[in-house]
């Protein structure tokens, strides 16, 4: 009898518009409890400090929900063109964010296939699409709709690394699928592909080196050994992701609202360091990078000018000095410095002493702290004084 029930969910699921469906027990392996134990004992979770609050729950779908017996597993594929624009004058924003936002649409068909099943069975239900502390990746395995790579992400042998998750939780107990195996093998093209190496091992990331979690979670200034390495991605990264041999089996999503949006392809470095808040919410309206702010954004968006090496862009780094966001203005500080080279020393010394902020004050010092150096590496006597 529950297997019927099983497979009628999985059917109408799939003519729902999923495009992977699995079922587990609602009980993680022992395994993958350890492994966020030792990835928070780490500090590889860097200042996503939810992480660490809800680490019993997210171990522990019955702690989440005392109710809990069966997981429902589901996958949306959001595969499309992979290339990485190069241009100098344009910004890279990873795949899954180039649509609108997924949290919705993936929260809407949940809805829909949870409302079809709780007028069918009864028992009680919940959903989760992001919005609770499951470890949504481990019960992807149990569940076997794939498994977690080198690069801790999702692998599918069927769309490769792009898949959307989401979970329905059933206090109906109904018979798992198979868990599904690694297959990585001896491979480590993914973590080979990291620009930034912050994979200390396999299967283990540093989040704090990792550029999504640099342009999306840090809230602050980026470490200046980073900076360079993050090139001209200013939301995300997709480098391990696509670097992954099993996306040879991957297609092109279907699905409407993953499509990417033609001014989030290959957006204008210059035109996005321009946006005050209004345009940048109106530009990011229903994605999923309006979260994150136009002051962090637009302090990725200066990391990459910094980055571009394009002396075209200097005005538009000079243009964002003047920014009323603090950290706006120190990001602006390093591109400027990066692109206008010992013309920054003058501009340093007429905005230094004005500069009250200390995040900002940092920046310009540290433009004078290496004019000293390179002075005295030279042999050249410096009596620079700000």
């Known amino acids: 009898m529950t297997a019927a029930i099983r497979e009628a969910i999985r059917t109408e699921a799939l003519a729902r518009g999923f495009d992977a469906v699995g079922f587990a027990a609602a009980q993680l392996a022992d395994s993958a409890c350890a492994d966020l134990a030792e990835f928070l004992r780490r500090g590889y979770h860097g200042e996503?400090?939810?992480?660490?609050?809800?680490?019993?729950?997210?171990?522990?779908?019955?702690?989440?929900?005392?109710?809990?017996?069966?997981?429902?597993?589901?996958?949306?594929?959001?595969?499309?063109?992979?290339?990485?624009?190069?241009?100098?004058?344009?910004?890279?924003?990873?795949?899954?964010?180039?649509?609108?936002?997924y949290h919705e649409t993936l929260k809407k068909r949940l809805k829909s296939l949870a409302h079809w099943i709780a007028n069918r069975w009864p028992g009680e239900l919940k959903?989760?699409?992001?919005?609770?502390?499951v470890m949504e990746k481990?019960?992807?395995?149990?569940?076997?709709?794939?498994?977690?790579?080198?690069?801790?992400?999702?692998?599918?042998?069927?769309?490769?690394?792009?898949l959307f998750l989401g979970e329905i939780y059933l206090s109906l107990a109904l018979e798992p699928d198979a868990a599904e195996s690694d297959h990585c093998g001896t491979c480590r093209h993914c973590l080979d592909a990291c620009p930034t190496t912050a994979f200390p091992a396999p299967y283990r990331l540093d989040a704090r080196r990792c550029i999504s979690y640099l342009t999306i979670e840090h809230k602050g200034m980026v470490d200046p050994e980073l900076r360079p390495l993050i090139g001209n991605r200013i939301y995300g990264c997709d480098d391990c992701l696509a670097a992954c041999p099993w996306n040879k089996y991957a297609r092109a999503t279907a699905e409407p609202d993953f499509l990417p949006r033609t001014e989030l392809t290959a957006p204008r470095l210059a035109a996005l360091a321009r946006l005050d808040d209004a345009a940048f919410r109106r530009m990011f309206a229903?994605?999923?990078?309006?979260?994150?702010?136009?002051?962090?954004?637009?302090?990725?968006?200066l990391i990459a000018i910094g980055?571009?090496?394009?002396?075209?862009?200097?005005?538009?780094?000079?243009?964002?000095l003047d920014d009323a966001?603090?950290?706006?203005?120190?990001?602006?500080?390093?591109?400027?410095?990066?692109?206008?080279?010992?013309?920054?020393?003058a501009k340093c010394r007429g905005r230094l002493p004005a500069e009250a902020d200390p995040l900002v004050r940092e920046e310009w010092a540290a433009i004078t702290r290496a004019q000293t150096t390179r002075a005295e590496a030279g042999g050249i006597r410096t009596d620079i004084s700000v």
């Open 48 to 101: 996503m400090g939810w992480l660490a609050t809800n680490a019993e729950r997210r171990g522990d779908p019955q702690t989440l929900w005392e109710g809990a017996r069966t997981v429902i597993v589901l996958g949306m594929n959001y595969g499309a063109e992979t290339s990485n624009n190069i241009d100098i004058d344009v910004g890279a924003i990873s795949i899954y964010a180039r649509g609108n936002d």
């Open 127 to 133: 959903v989760f699409v992001d919005t609770a502390p």
């Open 307 to 320: 980055n571009s090496g394009n002396p075209g862009l200097i005005e538009t780094a000079e243009h964002c």
């Open 138 to 162: 481990p019960l992807a395995q149990q569940a076997g709709i794939g498994w977690q790579g080198k690069h801790t992400n999702l692998v599918s042998r069927d769309f490769g690394s792009w």
């Open 325 to 345: 966001s603090p950290l706006v203005r120190a990001s602006a500080v390093w591109a400027y410095s990066r692109l206008a080279g010992e013309k920054a020393i």
């Open 286 to 301: 229903g994605t999923a990078i309006k979260r994150i702010g136009r002051d962090r954004f637009l302090r990725n968006v």
